[in-house]
């Protein structure tokens, strides 16, 4: 495990538990930098299953992206055991990806990295321009050693959007021939940072670049993805093409955003940058909103039209001034996700996944669901004209990016549903 964070430590060893109770792992052993020794060590500590062997890499938070190549090969081949195939699960910030990747790809190592796979940056700034690039490089090099590289994209193991939603979307899609004509889809985080913050963070650091859709939106744009590809079922042989225009705001923005008597609670309430008009850029964006069109590159028609709105800057549970050390949840973030699919004149199906707070100090949160469809059943007798269905049960823990239990395996049917129907 390159990176042992509190998500590799209180969600991925469960999994890392059970594979080794069935023979499939021998054992796991951390790779994390030098400077973050004392933190891993405490960390160690408060787990069950200890790791075999621990190397510590010279840098700091800050230098993760240079980590050398010889420095990764030799850790690893100090972890090695005789004789026993290696994989290597990449758990690091998001700009020291490349770095390990490259070297697992380069010398035929199995891998496994965390999504987003990478973000290049060029002079300490966010590059997206040369993911493509990287990507296209380091696919053609894996391609010719026969190791095998996966991404952690769990939210495809998704009970509600990918087994009740997508699953039942694509049977629809095949069945009527009925292409996916809209999609619109809102992911609101919740997350609150104070200003100083944005510059501060190590974890999710806003200060290089990159912002909310390299910090769990895309996650979001994946599920986009995987329904608009549902048009292949109905149009397999014609091309395609994705137009976007969109707009953001970022952490120079705040001050305006945030109202005052509340900022000031958090001796927050004076803009930090006076001149944010030539800082914006230099952020990664805190919200983002889009509009798009799926348009057939033959005839320039139109067949799919939606939004997508990424936004950080909503109703959270931050009620703490100073980040705590020991929290993973530190700027109070509760998720509401709303997205609805239509194909055509035919059928809807609308999901609402989100957060309910509990306990004295909202110190847990249940996660629940409603998933919505509407239906022509007067030409559909198979179908209702509207249904709902309800789902409570859900947790978050168990799966990063998930709002049902997926645990290491897939959805579980510990969640409850109730279901109501109207013709």
Known sequence: MVGFDEIVANKYLPCIREAINAGHVDSYSVIDLESERSTIEERIQGVALKPREVVYLPGSGAATQQTQPELIGAALKQLRLPDLPMKVYIATEVRAHEAYLRYCVENGIDSLVEKPVLAPLVDDRFAPSRITEVMQELIGQAGRTGAKHSVMTLSRYHGIYNGELLRSLEERVRDWQAPVTSFHLRAAGGVWNLQHEYESRDDHPYRYGYGMVMHGAYHYIDLAVQCLSLNKLVFPDRRFKLEVSSFGAFPTDQHLRIPNPTASRFEDGQPRWPDAENLAHSFGETDITATFRLVDVAS?????????????????????????DDVYNKNGRTSSVDLEAQLSTLYSAHVHCYDVPRGLNADKIDAFARLTTRANASLLPEERYTSVKMFDGLFHSDSKGSSWRTGCGGPRTGARSRHTCCR
């Open 300 to 324: 320039d028609r139109t067949l799919t039209v939606g939004t997508l709105s990424f936004e950080q800057t909503t109703p959270s549970i931050r009620s703490w001034q100073d980040l705590p």
